[in-house]
C-alpha cells in the first residue's frame, strides 16, 4: 500500500499539466476572439492585421532572419515584428505576423523585465517542436485569421480533395497546411492532416471524430506520400487507399478505406496528407 503511495507521488503530474495548458490555450483563443468581437469582423477581409499592429504599438517589418521565421522585441509598450524575407507566401506571412500579436496579446514575456528592456523571442510558427507558449501563439494566430464563428460553416463538408480546404486559404489569406489544420480542428467529418519529411511520418493531427491511431513510421507503398519520397511525383488527385497504409493494426476498422490527398511543401522535402474516412 504504501509502496503504491510512494509510486503515485512520484509520477508526474502529468494529467493536471494538460489541464493548465489547455486552459491557457483557451484564453489564446478567447484573447483572438476578443479581438474578433472588437473590430467587428463580419467577413475574412475585415481582419486587418496592419490595423490591429498599430493599435497595439506594434512596427511589422521583413528582414534577412537566421535560424528562425519571425521574431518580436518589445521595449515597455512598444513592439517591432520582424518577418523573414525567406517566407514568401502571402498565409505563411500572415500567420507568422498574427502569432507575433498573439505573443503581444497574451504577454508572453520572457521572466520580469524593466520599463526599458527589451525582450526579443525568436518563432518558427506552426513548428511541431516548439514550446508551449509558442503552441499558445499559434492556437492565437488559427483563431484569429480563421475565427470560429466564420470559418466553422466551411468545415461542415466530407473532405473528398484539399478543395474545401484550399476554399479556407482562397478565402482567408492562410496556407493551405494552416487552413488543413483548422479544418480538422472543427470539422465533424472523420479527418486527420498527416506532415511526412524523408519518408517518415513526423506528426498527425486528427479531427475530434477520427480515433484511428496514426503511428510515426515510414510511410508505406500505395500511398501518395510514398510515390513523392519515391518519385517525386504525387499526381493531381485524391485516392483512397486501404487504412492499413495510414492506421496502426490495432486500429478500429483498419480495413476501412481512406481518401488521400497529398500536396508537397516547397523547399522543405516535406509532403501532408489530408486524409478522410467516410462514414460507411
Ligand atoms: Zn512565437
Redesign the pocket.
Known amino acids: 500500500m504504501r509502496a503504491e503511495r510512494d509510486r503515485a507521488a512520484r509520477k508526474p503530474p502529468r494529467k493536471a499539466k494538460d489541464k493548465g495548458q489547455e486552459l491557457r490555450e483557451e484564453i489564446s483563443k478567447a484573447a483572438a476572439l476578443h479581438v474578433f468581437t472588437r473590430l467587428g469582423v463580419t467577413d475574412p477581409a475585415d481582419i486587418d492585421l496592419d490595423a490591429i499592429a498599430a493599435e497595439l504599438n506594434a512596427e511589422i517589418r521583413f528582414e534577412d532572419l537566421e535560424g528562425a521565421t ?1 521574431r ?1 522585441i518589445q521595449i515597455g509598450d512598444r513592439a517591432r515584428i520582424i518577418i523573414s524575407t525567406r517566407v514568401v507566401d502571402v498565409g505563411a506571412i500572415r500567420f507568422s505576423i498574427a ?2 500579436i ?2 503581444i496579446l497574451c504577454k ?1 514575456y520572457v521572466g520580469h523585465t524593466g520599463p526599458t528592456d527589451a525582450v526579443e ?1 525568436l ?3 506552426l513548428h511541431s517542436g ?1 514550446t508551449t ?2 503552441r499558445e ?1 499559434d492556437v492565437f494566430a488559427a483563431e484569429l485569421l480563421m475565427p470560429r464563428p466564420l470559418v466553422t460553416s466551411w468545415c461542415a463538408v466530407a473532405p473528398l480533395t484539399f478543395d474545401p480546404v484550399r476554399a479556407i486559404s482562397s478565402a482567408f489569406g492562410t496556407s493551405v497546411l494552416a487552413s488543413a489544420m483548422r479544418f480538422v480542428e472543427l470539422t465533424p467529418e472523420r479527418c486527420a492532416v498527416v506532415y511526412t519529411k524523408q519518408g517518415r511520418v513526423q506528426w498527425a493531427k486528427k479531427s475530434p471524430s477520427f480515433t484511428g491511431w496514426i503511428p510515426k513510421r515510414s510511410v508505406a507503398p500505395g500511398s501518395a506520400a510514398f510515390d513523392y519520397f519515391e518519385r517525386g511525383s504525387i499526381g493531381e488527385s485524391s485516392r483512397i487507399v486501404p487504412g492499413t497504409t495510414w492506421l496502426s493494426s490495432k486500429a478500429e476498422r483498419v480495413d476501412a478505406p481512406i481518401y488521400e490527398h497529398a500536396t508537397a511543401v516547397p523547399g522543405l522535402g516535406a509532403v501532408f496528407s489530408l486524409l478522410w474516412m467516410p462514414e460507411s
Open positions: 519571425a518580436v502569432h507575433e498573439g505573443h508572453h523571442r518563432c518558427s510558427p516548439g507558449t509558442e501563439a
